[in-house]
Structure formats: structure tokens, C-alpha cells
């Protein structure tokens, strides 16, 4: 048997719909506009300075949560 669930929200201020089949063990998930959503805050920029803040961010992430970091870096 197959089940299939919607639902939607804002993200960023768009739209973002969620589709999730489940049939027996396995579940599948598409998600309608989450691209155009996660890149929103960088709209207008030029790749570049997109990178530039993406790795920014992401070191930030590394340097507040180094500790949970090194238990799984070997």
C-alpha cells in the first residue's frame, strides 16, 4: 500500500511544497521550491560573494560546534 502526504510552507518567503510517498519500508520525499528558497537570502549577489558567504557560515558552524566535530574526525 501507498500513501502520499502534502503539505507546504513559507521558507525565506517562498513556497515550499512537500510531497512524501510511503510504501511499505520506504519513504520518498520531493520538495517544490526549496532550491529557489535556500538561495533567496543571496539572491542578487554574484557567485562569487555567494561562495564567499556560504564559507563563512560554515566555518562559523564548525568553530561553534567544534567539540561535536572532533569526536567524529579521526
Known amino acids: 500500500m501507498t500513501t502520499e502526504k ?7 518567503g517562498v513556497l515550499v511544497v512537500t ?5 511499505g519500508e520506504w519513504t520518498f520525499w520531493k520538495f517544490d521550491g ?3 528558497a535556500l538561495m533567496q537570502p ?5 557567485p562569487a560573494e555567494v561562495l ?3 564559507d563563512e557560515k ?3 558552524i ?3 560546534n567544534k567539540e561535536m566535530v572532533a569526536q567524529f574526525v579521526v
Open 6 to 12: 502534502t503539505t507546504s510552507r513559507y521558507l525565506n
Open 52 to 54: 564567499r558567504q556560504i
Open 42 to 46: 543571496y539572491k542578487g549577489m554574484s
Open 34 to 36: 526549496l532550491d529557489e
Open 19 to 23: 510531497t512524501e510517498w510511503t510504501a
Open 62 to 64: 564548525l568553530e561553534e
Open 58 to 60: 560554515n566555518r562559523r
